[in-house]
């Protein structure tokens, strides 16, 4: 079992930057990869990034490279989100997940947090 926790979403205007964390714990050896997603009202959740724990590799949605940048720090278990410039169409809910491997599809993740609202002001 692996338990996610994110938090750093709120309100923010744009152009303007947040930093998103995802703290994990439980059986975190278990999924070598983090990956973010976010999900528009209305919209399907889609994938932003993913990261491996080990070797720090990372992957990026097309639409998400250069204004977004994922990071961890292994020991504290947590993987960052660090999104700037930001836009009006970023706003929405983002969640992390827990994934055998690093990948995009959301089928592939088997652990979700409880996901943490962003909302940019035009």
């Known amino acids: 079992q692996v338990r996610l926790v994110e938090s750093g979403g709120g309100l923010v205007q744009a152009g303007g930057s947040l930093r998103l964390s995802c703290a994990a714990s439980?059986?975190?050896?278990?999924?070598?990869?983090m990956g973010w997603f976010r999900q528009a009202p209305g919209k399907e959740r889609e994938f932003v990034a993913s990261?491996?724990?080990?070797?720090?590799?990372?992957l990026y949605a097309d639409s998400m490279k250069g204004r977004f940048t994922i990071s961890r720090v292994n020991a504290w278990n947590t993987v960052y989100l660090q999104m700037n410039s930001l836009k009006p169409e970023d706003t929405a809910v983002y969640y992390c997940?827990?994934?055998?491997?690093?990948?995009?599809?959301?089928?592939?993740?088997?652990?979700w947090g409880q996901g943490t609202q962003v909302t940019v002001s035009s």
């Open positions: 997940a827990a994934a055998h491997r690093i990948i995009s599809p959301i089928s592939e993740y088997d652990y």
């Open positions: 439980g059986r975190t050896f278990s999924m070598p990869a």
């Open positions: 990261i491996t724990w080990s070797a720090g590799n990372t």
